[in-house]
């Protein structure tokens, strides 16, 4: 493949990038999408921000008396993923029952940090974690760490 140049032609070779033979688009020919998502600003102003995403943390109870955690975002197709078979290949093995404890955290990096969390607690603690929450004795989660 050859591309002209004011000099004649040249051949491209792997060290040129894509980038480069491309041109740059301009900022007039983006397109400007009204959406209720949030605007940034600076250098991103007038592009579309993505709508804020929870995660959560779970719990499952298996048919066999084992506890399942997990992270996801959206927990009910989560659990139909798991029940389906097409979750994870622990759930193919231990079928989940019900979906025990569902803890949202507003980004991914607490949301991952309490799933380890939860994953590093004894048995003994998960069950009472599932008790207080089917209980509803807190709205909020107690975030217990384990030493």
């Known amino acids: 493949m050859k591309l002209g140049t004011s000099q004649g032609t040249e051949r491209v070779t ?3 990038r ?4 491309v041109p740059p688009i ?12 949030a605007r940034l600003v600076g250098p991103y102003a007038g592009r579309i921000m993505p709508p804020m995403r929870h995660y ?5 109870e298996c048919a066999d008396g084992s506890l ?6 959206d927990p009910e197709r989560r659990l ?16 989940p029952v019900s979906l025990a404890v569902v803890e949202d955290h507003a980004d991914l990096r607490t949301a991952m940090r309490r ?12 069950l ?11 709205s909020e989660p107690e975030r217990e760490e384990h030493a």
């Open 18 to 21: 894509v980038t480069d033979l």
């Open 26 to 37: 301009s900022r007039q020919t983006s397109i400007s999408i009204q959406t209720a998502s």
């Open 80 to 95: 139909h993923q798991h029940t389906s078979g097409r979750g994870a290949r622990y759930t193919r093995a231990h079928p």
């Open 128 to 138: 009472a974690l599932i008790r207080r929450q089917q209980a509803g004795a807190s």
């Open 68 to 73: 399942y955690t997990g992270l996801t975002t």
């Open 115 to 126: 799933e380890r969390a939860l994953k590093a607690l004894p048995r003994e603690r998960k």
């Open 56 to 60: 959560y943390c779970y719990i499952l």
């Open 14 to 16: 792997a060290r040129h």
